[in-house]
């Protein structure tokens, strides 16, 4: 897996997550298992434009979008612009 991606992981485990043995990878269902509530989603769209270098404005992005960390990246490229 990518370096953001894994980064990204390894925030949510030890930000996020209150339930530390759950195994995370790239596709895991964090919003919609209830890994992750949608307070967490400001502190991972944050933690998301740091690792890929993008500005993504949040009234572009839904939970859905958010579900899984590969959604996350997708997202970013898709609606993220490149940081001045």
Known sequence: MAEPAQELIEYIRRELIRRPN?????DTPLVS??????????D???KL???TGMRIAASK???KDMD???????????????RK
């Open 22 to 26: 759950v195994p995370i990878d790239g």
């Open 44 to 46: 991972i769209l944050t």
């Open 68 to 82: 899984t960390v590969r959604l996350m990246l997708a997202t970013a490229e898709r609606v993220g612009k490149p």
């Open 49 to 51: 434009e740091e690792v």
């Open 33 to 42: 298992s209830g890994l992750i509530d949608s307070f967490s989603l400001v």
């Open 61 to 63: 992005v839904q939970p």
